[in-house]
């Protein structure tokens, strides 16, 4: 006999057979085996006894009385409890058909009787064998599956963590995003959401001729009164008002952004007809009338608006923005609290102004401006008494710039402060020159223009004293012209640059009299000496049916006011005879002569004319 394995001793094994001598037999040599051995006579019992407990392997007879044994075996597979377990048949049945068949229904095995004992004896040992190999692969699984279910349970933990940090990364990525497109104050979608936006407008209208869009770009009027009066808090607060009422007149498809400052555009989207925009323009302008409760104030605000549509562009953004600010620009020029629709020609005048601008940077560099001097005659002796400089801009390409085109340019650019100082210094070495030609003798004046923009600048001063020291220049004979804007705005530094300027014995002339601030009550306070009349005042008193319009009291203003009057744009005898009469101390104009180069001011001086 075989030595079995140790775990194979006491195995129970249940025999099946109506023929109680089989039973017997085997039920001896088994247990001599070391098994432990129950014993059915027939199907019920063998059933029976399943159900108290299970047997490790069963020998089943085939042919019994009530049952046979394929029926008892269908029987046990068919339950849980003892599907599993291996069945070998007995039977003295040995032809092909009964083994398929009790393979068929579940049997493991198959031993024909008369069987060998050592066959028998193998045969269960085999099956108990694989039985036992089978439940140990059971049970393996069973706990692979009890710790794959706990390792996917754990998975799971760090699963669900892991979706949670990425829930949390992204709202924190979608948040700074947000900041990076939007504006902090009124939280609306900042330059680069609404470039981005325009972008994607000019892309599908490339693909799409028939969508319009359009661009406005909206500038607050007089924000900055606001914010100087009431305060930043205040400003903000009402930024934020305005962003949402512009918001409540836009559609969904349209995108509003605040482009910083005061300034705010607008992306209309999906126009049905392009005269749609301007209509918005209007109703944006409407809605701006109501005045914004804030906190503490309430404030009426307007703004001006430029508009550009899309169907000029077909690139860049920036374009369709900076003209739409053209034009915004343009409309506040026209009065503000409008709008107005950008067109081509505009552009071509940005440009050229843009190329002025440039121009003008490098004739200041380049010294491209020359001094003409314009006569100033005493109306008592009829002899010349000084001369006023003009400026002039020889244009290396464009010839002959007159003043009235590039001051402008030159005063909102910063660059005039230069030119106002070149053509001061210019004209004390010129008037020097004459007199040292003996020309002119030493009272002869020189009267040089300063833009109100830059004149109240401190470093003027400086630089003034610093030419009176250099050139020796005796400063009686110099006067400033400033207009009465210049000093209308009488706050403490006026009046100290002001009386700085007479510190140093320089006259100083109200340019342009009677074109600016009409209130007089200034003229007392600051130290000036000439009176300019306007050319448009002297232009009237030629008729024979005037008699002199304003031009007598503003004489008269001048004297009693201890100051001298200088009647500008006199161009006929008859204009002249009638300041002779009114008591006009000087005059100058075409009828004596143009602004002159220095070369014909020569020749006119040399001729030492009187008139
Ligand atoms: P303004 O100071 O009133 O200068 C007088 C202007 O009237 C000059 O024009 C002169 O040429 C012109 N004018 C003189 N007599 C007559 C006349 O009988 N009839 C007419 N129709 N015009 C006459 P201009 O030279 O074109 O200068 C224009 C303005 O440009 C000046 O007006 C002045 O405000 C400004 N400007 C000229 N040169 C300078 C400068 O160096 N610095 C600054 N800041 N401004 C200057
Ligand atoms: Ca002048
Ligand atoms: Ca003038």
Redesign the pocket.
């Known amino acids: 006999m075989n030595a079995k394995p140790l775990e194979f001793l006491q195995k129970d094994i249940l025999i099946v057979d109506d023929t109680q001598d089989n039973l017997r037999y085997l039920a001896t040599i088994l247990t001599d085996e070391g098994y432990k051995v129950r014993k059915a006579l027939n199907g019920q019992m063998a059933l029976k006894a399943c159900r108290v407990v299970v047997p490790d392997l069963i020998l089943l007879d085939i042919m019994m009385p009530d049952m046979s044994g394929y029926q008892v075996c269908e029987i046990l597979k068919t339950n849980d409890a003892t599907c599993e377990v291996p069945v070998i048949f007995l039977s003295a049945l040995d032809d092909a058909f009964d083994k398929v068949k009790a393979f068929n229904v579940g049997g493991v095995d198959y031993i024909s009787k008369p069987f060998q004992l050592e066959e028998v004896l193998a045969r269960i040992q085999t099956q108990l064998i694989r039985r036992a190999a089978e439940l140990k692969i059971q049970q393996l699984n069973a706990e692979l599956e009890s710790r794959v279910q706990e390792r996917t349970l754990q998975l799971e933990c760090s699963n669900q963590d892991l979706l949670q940090e990425i829930k949390e990364r992204k709202q924190l990525q979608e948040q700074l995003l947000h900041l990076a497109l939007h504006d902090s104050l009124t939280n609306l979608p900042n330059r680069s959401l609404f470039m981005e936006r325009l972008d994607q407008a000019i892309a599908l209208r490339k693909a799409n001729p028939d969508y319009q869009f359009a661009v406005l770009f909206l500038d607050c009027d007089r924000f900055k009164v606001v914010n100087d009066s009431l305060g930043h808090l205040v400003g903000d607060e009402l930024l934020i008002a305005i962003g949402q009422r512009l918001q409540s007149t836009l559609t969904e498809n349209d995108t509003l952004a605040r482009l910083g400052g005061d300034e705010f555009a607008v992306l209309l989207e999906e126009l049905p007809t392009l005269d749609r925009s301007p209509a918005i323009a209007d109703c944006i302008l409407d809605s701006l009338k109501e005045p914004f409760q804030l906190s503490r104030y309430e404030v009426f605000i307007n703004a001006s608006i430029g508009i550009t549509l899309g169907s000029f562009y077909n690139e860049k953004p920036e374009y369709l923005l900076r003209d739409a600010d053209t034009a915004m620009y343009r409309a506040k020029s026209l009065g503000k609290g409008q709008y107005y629709l950008f067109n081509p020609v505009m552009h071509e005048e940005a440009l050229n102004r843009l190329q002025l601008e440039n121009d003008l940077r490098r004739a200041v560099e380049r010294k491209e401006f020359k001094?003409?001097y314009?006569p100033i005659i005493s109306l008592t002796t009829g002899r010349i008494y000084g001369f006023?400089?003009?400026?002039?801009w020889q244009h290396p390409v464009r010839g002959f710039i007159?003043?009235?085109e590039f001051?402008p340019v030159?005063?909102e650019t910063g660059l005039?402060a230069n030119?106002?100082l070149w053509?001061l210094g210019e004209s004390v070495r010129q008037i020097q020159d004459w007199q040292h030609q003996n020309l002119i003798d030493e009272s002869v004046t020189c009267s040089?223009?300063?833009?109100a923009r830059h004149f109240l600048q401190s470093s003027f001063i400086h630089r003034l004293r610093k030419l009176l020291e250099v050139t020796q220049i005796n400063p009686q004979i110099l006067k400033l012209?400033i207009?009465e804007s210049a000093i209308a705005n009488k706050n403490q530094a006026t009046l100290d640059i002001l009386h700085q300027i007479r510190d140093c014995q320089v006259e100083l002339s109200i340019?342009?009299f009677g074109t600016g601030y009409s209130s007089l009550s200034y003229l007392e306070e600051f130290p000036v000496n000439v009176l300019?009349i306007?050319?448009s005042f002297i232009k009237r008193i030629d008729g024979s049916e005037h008699n002199g319009g304003l031009v007598p009291g503003i004489i008269g203003i001048a004297h009693t006011m201890g100051m001298i009057a200088i009647a500008?744009?006199?161009?006929t005898p008859i204009q002249l005879e009638k300041l002779r009469r009114l008591g006009c101390d000087f005059a100058?104009?075409?009828?004596f002569a143009?602004?002159l180069n220095p070369d014909a001011v020569a020749e006119l001086l040399a001729r030492s004319p009187q008139w």
């Open positions: 001094v003409y314009q006023e400089s003009l400026v002039r007159p003043p009235v001051i030159a005063e005039i030119i106002d053509v040089v223009n300063l833009s012209e207009t340019d342009d300019k306007d050319r500008e744009g006199v161009e100058q104009g075409y009828l143009k602004p």
